[in-house]
Nanobody, 124 residues
Framework: QVQLAESGGGSVQAGGSLRLSCVASGYTYKTNYMAWFRQAPGKEREGVAVIHTGRGSTYYDASVKGRFTISQDNAKNTVSLQMNSLKPEDTAMYYC?????????????????WGQGTQVNVSS
């Protein structure tokens, strides 16, 4: 079993930055992908970014590409999401997720473990 804990959320003005962190514990050696998802009130959950924990390769949703960066520190079992040039439409609850699959993308059903979320509010 894997446990995930997010932190780093908060309130910022448009154009500002935040850095989210996700610490994984448990049998983390079994995870192949770590990802960030978000969900705003009245909207469905959407994928933001994913990283292959072994290869280090990344993929981003078009809405955040060029503004957000996902990274990992395997020694600390931590995955981060650096968010720059934030927009009001980035306001959402952000969730960290881990997948045991050999192949995964920004699809929620691919992920086995989820954190409780951290709130990000971007005001205009």
């Amino acid at each position: 079993q894997v446990q995930l804990a997010e932190s780093g959320g908060g309130s910022v003005q448009a154009g500002g930055s935040l850095r989210l962190s996700c610490v994984a514990s448990g049998y983390t050696y079994k995870t192949n992908y770590m990802a960030w998802f978000r969900q705003a009130p009245g909207k469905e959950r959407e994928g933001v970014a994913v990283i292959h924990t072994g290869r280090g390769s990344t993929y981003y949703d078009a809405s955040v590409k060029g503004r957000f960066t996902i990274s990992q520190d395997n020694a600390k079992n931590t995955v981060s999401l650096q968010m720059n040039s934030l927009k009001p439409e980035d306001t959402a609850m952000y969730y960290c997720a881990a997948a045991l699959r050999a192949s995964a993308s920004l699809v929620g059903s691919h992920y086995n473990y989820w954190g409780q979320g951290t709130q990000v509010n971007v005001s205009s």
